[in-house]
């Protein structure tokens, strides 16, 4: 089944304290991307790959980081979690970053940061 | 800056009447155009989309249209199903650019 994966689901961590979110992909898609949901705001990029070892920022890449070693794997890390990261956040990936491929979206992550 | 904006934060519609969304956007270099809808606990799916060459496009009760000199689209939904309750995104995209930008969602209600 195709789909896009992220672990954990849920998440409550505490200030400070490193992690780790994984996001993969059974595609062999190139275009990944992570975004931030929050109210009132939708839908935020955060971090983007064209391919592998190829990242860029999006609007909010504050206090993150990403790697792609890999094609299939996106994760996104937050060295230092501050409360105002506690969001939804969700990977997504695309064949490609043309205009006219739809992103697939994981399920989601629910991270709250005390 | 939002450069995509969804003004209503929420629609309630009678089933088997149209629900219109509607979304506005500012970066005239957009050229592609996506609706997705997002129900709870799950990430969003894509539902349709439209070119800035076309303005409309149709997806059985889906329809999307688009006025680029008002810099504002629409989706319609005829007729509306309960199973349409959601919150719906619209994106835009730019063919210079690598960056996807997403609404604030309408949350959907459609009433049985």
């Known amino acids: 089944e195709a789909q896009v994966t992220q672990n954990p689901r849920y998440l409550i961590t505490v200030t400070g304290k490193k992690l780790t979110v994984t996001c993969s992909q059974n595609?062999?898609?190139?275009?990944m991307s992570w975004y931030r949901q929050d109210p009132g705001l939708g839908l935020r990029q955060i971090y983007y790959?064209?391919?592998?070892?190829?990242?860029d920022k999006g609007d909010v890449p504050e206090g993150y980081k990403v790697s792609r070693k890999e094609k299939r794997n996106f994760p996104l890390i937050l060295e230092s979690p501050s409360p105002n990261q506690t969001s939804l956040y969700f990977c997504?990936?695309?064949?490609?970053?043309?205009?006219?491929?739809?992103?697939?979206f994981g399920p989601g992550t629910r991270l709250t940061v005390l | 800056d939002q450069q995509v904006k969804q003004n209503s934060p929420s629609l309630s519609v009678q089933e088997g009447r149209i629900s219109i969304l509607n979304c506005d956007y500012t970066?005239?270099?957009?050229?592609?155009f996506l609706w997705y809808k997002k129900y709870p606990a799950e990430g969003p799916t894509f539902l349709i989309s439209?070119?800035?060459?076309?303005d409309k496009n149709e997806d059985g009760r889906f329809t999307v249209f688009l006025n680029k000199s008002a810099k504002h689209l629409s989706l319609h939904i005829v007729p509306s199903q309960p199973g349409d309750s959601a919150v719906y995104f619209c994106?835009?995209?730019?063919?210079?650019?690598?960056?996807?930008?997403f609404g604030t969602g309408t949350s959907l209600t459609v009433i049985p």
């Open positions: 994106a835009a995209h730019t063919n210079t650019g690598n960056q996807f930008y």
């Open positions: 997504a990936s695309s064949s490609s970053v043309s205009s006219y491929n739809e992103q697939f």
């Open positions: 790959s064209m391919n592998v070892e190829v990242t």
């Open positions: 439209i070119s800035s060459i076309k």
């Open positions: 970066n005239s270099m957009f050229d592609y």
């Open positions: 595609m062999n898609h190139e275009y």
